[in-house]
Every structure is written in C-alpha cells, then in structure tokens.
C-alpha cells in the first residue's frame, strides 16, 4: 500500500503542479526552491539548542549544551531534535494541515524533514517511533493526527518501527493551551499510557517520541516518564517546530 502511495506521488509530482506550502506558487516541489534556501538559512536546527529540549541556548549555556532550566530541572527525555521555529516558515503550512486537513501539507512538511534533518539524524539508534496521540474524541473530531501524518512520511533507520498504537491517550476536556505552565503540568498527569499489549517489548529500550510542536515541553516530559515508568530506558523527542524560550 505504502509502496502504491510512493510510485502515485512519484508520477503526480512530475506531471501536476502543485502549491509551495510556504509561499503558495505553483511549480513541481511540495517546497519551491526559492523557499527551501531561505528554510534551510534560517532554520532552528543550525542554530546551538540545548541537547535535551530544543531551546536555544543563551551564551553562558553553550558550553554546558543544556539550558539552565532542563540543568535545574531535568525533564525525563534525554534528547530534542527541532526542525525550525514556530514562528518560522512552516507555521501556516502546518496550521492548514492540522484546522483546514490539507493533507498535501503533511507530505511537504515532512519533505522538508527529510531533506534538512533526517541526514543528521539517521544513525540515531531507536526501537519505535511513537507519534503523541490524540485521543479518541479529538481523532474523530479531526479525522487524522497530524503527528503521526508527519511521522509516517518522515525517514529513520531501517530498525525503528514506527507505530501509532503504542503510546495512548486519555480524552481530556480542558483546553491547555489557555493554562500556565504549573497547571499544564498537573493537567497532563495521567493522561497517556501504554498499551498493555506492547509493553513487553518497550522493557530496555529506546524510542522516539514524534510531535509536531513543542511549547512548554510538558506533554513531552509527561509521555517521557510514562515510557520510562514502563521500562523504556531512553526518550529522544523529535519536533517539527519549537516554540520561542518563554520570557
Ligand atoms: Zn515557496
Ligand atoms: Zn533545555
């Protein structure tokens, strides 16, 4: 099935136009050149971010490689990797895949992914890649999850298995991102947990966790501990937008 998808997007994509999900021109690449040049400048992964939550760093925490937040209080994933800001280039494509289910989006994103990140990335030893759930309600509501959208298209070792059905999440009905840090915190305790059919193969391991934004970084550090409550022994967390260093 996979395979059918690759060879129609290959044909479409040498025969359709098809819209720069940056700037909207019509040309042949899901990205325009013109757009890939200015990403690839500008984007957050050139920058020095802090190894365990994608900040990036201020001068006096360069050396240490973390910020000063995750060396006060270190969260319980061990690593970030972040593709760009989110106030950066991508935010609108991303906006109009996951309120609008322009679906194309997906398939540029993570096209981006591929071509700026992956390479840095595919020596990366990992069992799974998880993406974060939503949860039931909200996946009827939406009819997809853009998370795993993007992190089905995106490439990673041949030995990570990418999975949608391990990592799952409760229903929840406050809205969290009208709540401060300290009450998002208390929010999302509880709220993801592992289905009891793959936590065997979860003891030992390492696994990556796929999301597409990453603000304060609790949804994150509470999936983390729940993994790593369940045995995993590592947490690399993999964003495609980082949201600006609070303050
Ligand atoms: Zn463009
Ligand atoms: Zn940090």
Redesign the pocket.
């Known amino acids: 099935m996979r395979l059918i998808e690759n060879i129609f997007q290959d044909i479409s994509s040498h025969i359709l136009p098809t819209a720069?999900?940056?700037?909207?021109?019509f040309?042949r690449r899901s990205?325009?050149?013109?757009?890939?040049t200015l990403l690839d400048s500008e984007r957050l992964s050139n920058y020095e971010c802090c190894q365990q939550c994608g900040l990036t760093l201020l001068a006096n925490e360069i050396q240490e490689q973390r910020c000063q937040e995750c060396v006060n209080n270190p969260p319980h994933f061990d690593k970030t990797f972040c593709l760009d800001r989110y106030d950066g280039r991508l935010q609108s494509a991303l906006h109009q895949l996951k309120y609008q289910g322009r679906i194309a989006c997906a398939h540029g994103l993570a096209s981006a992914w591929n071509e700026f990140l992956a390479g840095d990335l595919k020596t990366l030893q990992s069992s799974y890649l998880l993406p974060v759930p939503l949860s039931q309600e909200k996946l009827c509501t939406r009819g997809f999850n853009q998370s795993w959208e993007l992190a089905r298209r995106i490439q990673c070792s041949n030995h990570t298995h990418k999975n949608p059905h391990i990592l799952m999440r409760h229903h929840h009905r406050r809205q969290q991102a009208k709540e401060n840090r300290v009450n998002r915190q208390l929010a999302i305790q509880g709220m993801f947990y592992i289905n009891p059919a793959y936590a065997p193969s979860l003891q030992g391991s390492a696994v990556i966790v796929f999301d597409d934004v990453m603000t304060s970084g609790a949804t994150l550090n509470e999936i983390a501990r729940v993994l790593k409550d369940n045995g995993v022994s590592r947490v690399i967390n993999w964003v495609l937008l980082r949201t600006r260093r609070p303050g």
């Open positions: 720069c999900i940056v700037c909207g021109v040309q990205i325009c050149v013109d757009c890939a």
